[in-house]
């Protein structure tokens, strides 16, 4: 459209591919190309000169919204990348607390390089990795019971261990820990199916040899502790939950089978990380590797635990 914009203003083909730096050749046929697209021809020779045709006279001025509409669409774009380019994507779990383990992380990181800008997105259910990078994030702070991935790049950021909740005056609460098969037969109090603690609950009681009768399904750590409390039943919790049961009448027992979980940043190998995606990565890094003894976890029930991320 740009190039029959010319032609039209210029009268012929000579003038319009000099201005145009193409030949006069590849000028014509996407004249013509430009004519069978609309169905109409758009220019007739008079003469010397080219002139529009009726039709032609009636598409011009919407040839030049069409252009101008294509150019502004076009600076447009280019300041959205340019803003995307400084601007970090990272989508992170709500379990384990990682939303404040990632501001922790960014306000350090922030510091160091005040140019990025960080666009987060929190996930309360069991999510596939394939699933949040495909959303646009490159960096994704997930749960998981293994501590590498096959699929994705993967970084060990923190671990943390499955325990088992009991009301204080249960039979088990005074031992120094015991098997997850001795609870074959109590009622569970779980978080709710979708997440990922659920499952991994389960899947260590079917290691174990029973499937849990779970009689309840509860969000938030403080109502299902209030539960427990209250011998509703018992459940499996993290050991960072012990942290969010103070004040209530309960007990957490660690299990003899080591239930380890673990909380990892994933990127995607085959896919190259962003400019800013990837500093942040490394930073994040350097500051596990190099600072874990110093930095402090800022919990929202407690305040100030320190090192239950860097152990």
């Not at 800008?117 to 293994?146: N, R």
């Not at 003899?256 to 500093?279: C, F, M, W």
């Not at 190099?290 to 100030?304: F, N």
Request: aromatic share 12%; with cysteine; glycine share 6%.
């Amino acid at each position: 459209m740009d190039e029959f914009i010319v032609v039209a203003e210029t009268g012929n083909y000579f003038t319009a591919s000099d201005r145009l730096y193409l030949s006069q050749v590849t000028l014509t046929k996407h004249i013509k190309d430009l004519e069978r697209s609309v169905g109409h021809p758009l220019l007739v020779k008079k003469g010397h000169k080219l002139e529009l045709t009726d039709f032609g006279r009636i598409f011009l001025p919407y040839a030049r919204r069409f252009v101008a509409l294509n150019e502004e669409y076009h600076e447009a774009r280019a300041s959205f990348e340019s803003a995307a380019a400084w601007q970090v994507r990272i989508a992170g779990t709500t379990e384990m607390n990682c939303d404040h383990m990632i501001n922790m992380l960014w306000d350090h990181f922030s510091r160091r390089y005040p140019q990025y800008s960080l666009s987060t997105g929190e996930f309360h259910t069991t999510l596939p990795l394939e699933d949040l990078f495909g959303m646009g994030f490159e960096l994704v702070f997930a749960l998981s019971e293994t501590p590498d991935s096959d699929t994705y790049g993967c970084y060990q950021w923190a671990t943390d261990e499955l325990v088992a909740l009991l009301p204080v005056n249960h039979p088990l609460a005074k031992k120094d820990g015991f098997r997850l098969s001795d609870l074959a037969k109590e009622p569970f109090i779980l978080f709710p199916k979708d997440n990922f603690l659920h499952q991994a609950a389960l899947r260590r009681c079917e290691a174990a040899g029973f499937t849990p009768q779970v009689d309840f399904t509860i969000h938030g750590s403080a109502n299902l502790t209030e539960l427990v409390a209250s011998n509703v039943g018992v459940s499996i919790v993290l050991k960072r939950d012990v942290y969010s049961t103070w004040g209530y009448e309960v007990a957490s027992i660690p299990l003899e089978e080591h239930a380890t979980i673990y909380l990892n940043l994933y990127y995607q190998k085959d896919v190259p990380l962003s400019h800013a995606a990837k500093t942040f990565l490394e930073y994040a890094i350097q500051i596990h590797e190099t600072h874990e003894r110093d930095i402090p976890y800022y919990g929202p029930e407690v305040g100030v635990v320190e090192n239950i991320f860097f152990e």
